[in-house]
Every structure is written in structure tokens, then in C-alpha cells.
């Protein structure tokens, strides 16, 4: 078992702390408060190789995995929560599950566009009455001869009305029940039967676009199925045990950064006399933190590695993004305590990484789904995939 980054990994991990220090952190105060996405950075990271990893090379892709997509994810959430999501929109998302379901002709046409970030990514399952419960979806899709038809409504979408093309899951024949969806690539510009509205009115993640999108009407080429008619389901299970590593570095990220400020703060701050990092009660805060942390990746990396592998990882998957994510709130929480009055102000970091860390019990799965994840596959109910 070898633990330790290769001078590789080591040269990404490095490239992506500096990039998050040097263009993000900068600007981050202001950017939170205006609530400020910033296209330039997602080009950017592009240009850096940020998004080609898992893909082949002849279509953007750097020669690297899973393990190294979590390498740059952790280190740009350290910094910030909402600049992780291109990782998953650009990268894992549809760029992954388009190259694993898609013809030749839609991997060339769309997965270089996604890496270089010349088109912003998005997928959208999430409706107003379907969260966790993705086969309830209300979208449809009618066969119209010549085009498909969109008829719906999808609510909390990261990049809705700023992104270029992406995945749309939509009920092709709601009679064959989950069998009965379909994945589309559409594009949601220059469509009249399209429109995206923001959301601004989110706790964290300030950074990150989200939106919802209502199709009236739409009109979609035939050739925009992804897979085939009927797979939606099966290819949205495979992208959703995949986008939830990212999530999970994200956590890993976020965990990070909140206990690095952590014990800055507690080695500068002095009460009766001495650092408040030299009593037990603050000591015990960073110590749970810590190992809670550590723990936390070598389950995200273990996950990573096991894609990158082929083996079967949804119950490891599962457990990562589950860890990962409740011992991000409860670092962020321990933080804001140890920060006293200074945490509840937002001139410091430590509220930020609290309000940000919330979204990854969410996203991907509630953590109550993993649950039923994790415990279907341990007790023999279900298979690991």
C-alpha cells in the first residue's frame, strides 16, 4: 500500500494551492459579496489541465484519474467551496459520462469543448418536487418526428443560466417508470422554448452560479440522446456515483481549510495570558477535527482510486462522500466556535466554510442517501458497482 503522492501528483497539488492563492483569494471577499462568478477563472483552470482528467487524450484529457481530479478539487476548496463546482461541471459531470455513453461523433464535438472550458457545463435532474427521488421527475420529452419536444421545469442547477451545453434528464414514456428516461446534450442558449432564471438567494457557495431552468416547448435535434432512449436512469445513477467524488474532495477541501484557520487562529489569539490554543478544550476541538479529517481522505482517495481502477466503488463512493461531508460541517462548526464573536463576522473565513460545507450534505445525494446506499450494499441487498 503506498500512501504518499507521486512527484506528479505533488506538481498538480502544488499547481492548484497556488492557483487557488494567488486568483482566487485575492478577490474572494468582494466576489462572495457581489455574489460574483467569474468565467475567466474557469478558463483559467482549464488552461491549467484542471479538467481533462479521466478522458482520453485525443479528446482533451491529461494522461491522469479520479486520484488527481480530487488532488486539484481539495486544494481550490480549501480556499473557496464554490469554485470546486467546475470540477463537476466541466470535468466529471458530462464530460465523463458523455465519453462513457456517447457516439464518436458527440465525444469529439462536445468533451474538448467542456475540458478547455470554451463551453460551461451543467446537468440538470433536480425539480421543484424531485430531489432525492430523481425517477419522479416531472420534465418530458415527446418524440415530434423531426425534433424532441421539452416540456418541464428543473430547480437548483449549478451553471443553469450560464452555461453553454450540458445533460437534461427528461421521461421519454412515463408508463415504463424509471426505465422510461432518456438523457439529452442540449444547449440552453438560443432556444426560445428555453429560459433560466438565477438563484441568489442561497446561503453559501456565493461564488457558484445556480438557477432554474423551464423548458416550454423546446425544441431539441434527435440527435441529442445520449446512450439510448429509455437509459436516462442508468446513465444518471453512473454520473451521480461519480460526481459524488467530487463533492466528497470538495468536503475534504473545505474540512481543510476551516482547520488550517483553525489553529492559525488558535495559536495567535491570547486569553488570560496565554494562546488559547494551549488549554485542553480547544485542544480536544482540533484533535476530533483532525482525525475526523485524515479519516475523512483516505476514504475520498481510497473511492478515487478504485475508479481509476474499474473496480467496483459505490459503496466506497457512498461512504466518502458521507464521511467527507458531515465531518466538513462539523470541522467548519468547531471552527466558528474556536473563532468566537470573530467567526460570526464575514471579514473571516470561518463562517464562509461553514455556510459552504452545509450544501455537501445535499448535493449528489443527501447524506440520508448514502445511508441507504451504504447500508443496501453492506447487508447484501444490493450489488457494488
Known sequence: ????????????????????????????????????????????????????????????????????????????????????????????????????????????????????????????????????????????????????????????????????????????????????????????????????VPIETKLGLHCAPTGEIAFNGAKIPKDSVLGEVGMGFQICMWQLNNTRIGCAAGAIGIAGGAIAAAIGYANERTQFGKKIGAYQMVQAQIADMVAEHEAAKLLVYRAAWLKDQGLPNQHETSMAKLFASETAVHAASETMKIFGSYGYSTEYPAQRFLRDAHSLRVVEGTSNIQKIIIAGISLGDTANR
Open 1 to 196: 500500500m503506498h500512501f504518499g503522492l507521486t512527484e506528479e501528483q505533488q506538481m498538480m497539488q502544488d499547481a492548484a494551492r497556488n492557483f487557488a492563492e494567488k486568483e482566487i483569494l485575492p478577490t474572494l471577499p468582494e466576489d462572495e459579496a457581489d455574489h460574483r462568478f467569474r468565467p475567466d477563472l474557469v478558463k483559467k483552470m482549464a488552461e491549467l489541465g484542471f479538467f481533462g482528467c479521466a478522458l482520453p487524450e485525443e479528446h482533451g484529457g491529461n494522461g491522469f484519474g479520479f486520484v488527481e481530479s480530487v488532488i486539484l478539487a481539495e486544494q481550490i476548496a480549501k480556499v473557496s467551496g464554490s469554485w470546486r463546482l467546475p470540477f463537476n461541471m466541466q470535468n466529471i459531470g458530462p464530460a465523463i459520462t458523455v465519453n462513457k455513453f456517447g457516439t464518436e461523433e458527440q465525444k469529439r464535438r462536445f468533451i474538448p469543448d467542456w475540458v478547455s472550458a470554451d463551453s460551461l457545463g451543467f446537468f440538470a435532474m433536480t425539480e421543484p418536487n424531485t430531489g432525492s427521488d430523481v425517477a419522479s421527475m416531472g420534465t418530458t420529452a415527446t418524440d415530434r418526428g423531426d425534433h424532441w419536444e421539452l416540456n418541464g421545469q428543473k430547480m437548483w442547477i449549478s451553471n443553469a443560466h450560464v452555461g453553454d451545453w450540458g445533460l437534461v434528464y427528461a421521461f421519454t414514456d412515463k408508463s415504463k417508470k424509471h426505465k422510461g428516461m432518456t438523457c439529452f446534450i442540449i444547449n440552453l442558449k438560443a432556444n426560445e422554448g428555453i429560459a433560466t
